[in-house]
């Protein structure tokens, strides 16, 4: 009964202090501004990942610009993987931009869509990879266009257009 009651007490003090400390908060670094993120991480990985699908017409005709070789693949499925873990960092705390829960959306959108290129380019599926990435370019154009192009024009000090005749 004595062992019984020891074993109770030291269950009972793990429990209350399992419970009770709470965990210290994740700490991340994010001293990379929002425009080196875009311009070291985002955007080469998202050329990367275009670079692998579509066309290009030039002057000797058409050409198909999906990659035709393993290591062409793989590199396109490395962008795409790059994209959707930058999808996450843009959520770390200390990046996301008011309105916050917005800004998370496009984020998660971004991820999402990088996600559908990447299993695109592992099936070596060069329409899926262009469908995919027509709408991971859909994806930063809406977001681009609310956090970056209309708060700059917002900021931009408005001109006064001249009247006509003057």
């Known amino acids: 009964m004595r062992v019984m009651s020891r074993v ?3 269950a009972t003090c793990l429990a209350v202090a399992a419970c ?3 965990k210290p908060p ?4 994010v001293d990379i501004d929002m425009v080196e993120l875009m311009i070291h991480v985002v955007d080469p990985a998202s050329f990367a990942f275009w670079r692998g699908s579509g066309t290009e017409i030039t002057d000797q005709g058409e050409r198909d610009l999906s990659p035709t070789t393993d290591e062409a693949w793989k590199a396109v499925e490395d962008g795409a993987a790059t994209v959707a873990e930058a999808g996450n960092m843009l959520m770390l705390p200390g ?3 008011e309105p916050v829960a917005e800004w998370n959306k496009y984020a998660q959108e971004m991820t999402l869509r990088a996600l ?3 299993a695109a ?3 070596k599926d060069k ?3 262009f469908d995919a990435g027509g709408r991971l370019y859909e994806v930063c154009l809406a ?3 609310k956090y970056v192009i209309e708060p700059t024009l917002a900021a931009s000090p408005q001109t006064p257009t001249q009247a006509p005749g003057r």
Not at 26 to 29: A, K, T
């Open 8 to 10: 109770w007490a030291v």
């Open 20 to 22: 009770s400390a709470p």
């Open 26 to 29: 994740e700490q991340f670094n």
């Open 95 to 97: 990046r996301p931009r």
């Open 116 to 118: 559908e290129g990447k």
């Open 121 to 123: 380019a592992m099936a």
């Open 127 to 129: 329409q899926a990879v």
């Open 143 to 145: 977001c681009h266009q």
